[in-house]
């Protein structure tokens, strides 16, 4: 079976503070993960994934097999970061899954 | 390029109505999933699809059926609605290429049961 967990359902930081989302992650075999993102009034989108290896508007995430983790960070909040967001993995038979979300509040 | 479509926006059921949730996608992708948001759940799964003609479950499936009889179309039936069905539905789908492909979602749908 494939789960996501994100231990932190809100999150509230200020302004130029760092930022880390929390995500751990089940699946036995090797799985794709993701970050996606819902601003307000948005559609939910794709912010990073690890195969990219890739910093979308600051952030970053990397994946620890070891850990079974795949935190995103940013090492300064802006405002505009201010969303829900949501770790995903794809895992056997192409099911993409969701973690409960988490959701981010930066202070001005 | 309109990317996926849901409809309705927003509905009101009475227990033990049925419905269906439309959606639609203009990219061609053989993916299409559909979920629910609930506060503190997050997204769980309920029925998904890889392609015209094959359909499979999710995390939560009871009380929804799902059919692809077209790439374009997936729609979402609520045979018989009850309360806990309350929530935002969300549609999504991608493409099957090698690789990490990006899902792309639907506005939601906003149902309510009273």
């Known amino acids: 079976a494939q789960r996501v967990t994100q231990p932190e359902k809100l999150l509230s930081v200020f302004k130029g503070a760092p930022v880390e989302l929390k995500c751990n992650y089940s699946?036995?075999?090797?799985?794709?993960l993701f970050w996606y993102v819902q601003y307000s009034r948005q559609r939910l989108q794709l912010l990073l994934r690890?195969?990219s290896r890739e910093s979308i508007k600051g952030f970053t995430a990397d994946l620890n097999k070891g850990e079974t983790s795949f935190h995103l960070k940013k090492p300064f909040a802006q405002e505009e970061d201010s969303a829900m967001y949501y770790c995903?993995?794809?895992?056997?038979?192409?099911?993409?899954?969701f973690g409960q979300g988490t959701r981010l509040t930066i202070n001005p | 390029n309109a990317g996926v479509t849901q409809t309705p926006k927003f509905q009101v059921l009475k227990t033990g109505q049925s419905m269906t949730l439309q959606c639609a996608q203009d990219?061609?992708?053989?993916?299409m999933s559909w979920y629910r948001q609930d506060p503190g759940m997050g997204l769980r799964l309920i029925h998904y699809?890889?392609?015209?003609?094959?359909?499979d479950q999710g995390e939560v499936p009871n009380g929804y059926n799902v059919s692809r009889s077209t790439t374009e179309d997936f729609p979402l039936r609520l045979l018989s609605a009850a309360p806990s069905q309350t929530s935002v539905y969300f549609c999504?789908?991608?493409?099957?290429?090698?690789?990490?492909?990006?899902?792309?979602f639907g506005q939601g749908t906003r149902l309510t049961v009273v």
């Open positions: 990219m061609n992708h053989e993916y």
């Open positions: 690890h195969i």
């Open positions: 699809s890889v392609g015209a003609g094959i359909t």
């Open positions: 995903a993995l794809m895992g056997g038979a192409q099911k993409l899954v």
């Open positions: 699946y036995s075999g090797s799985p794709e």
């Open positions: 999504a789908s991608r493409s099957d290429s090698r690789g990490s492909t990006e899902a792309f």
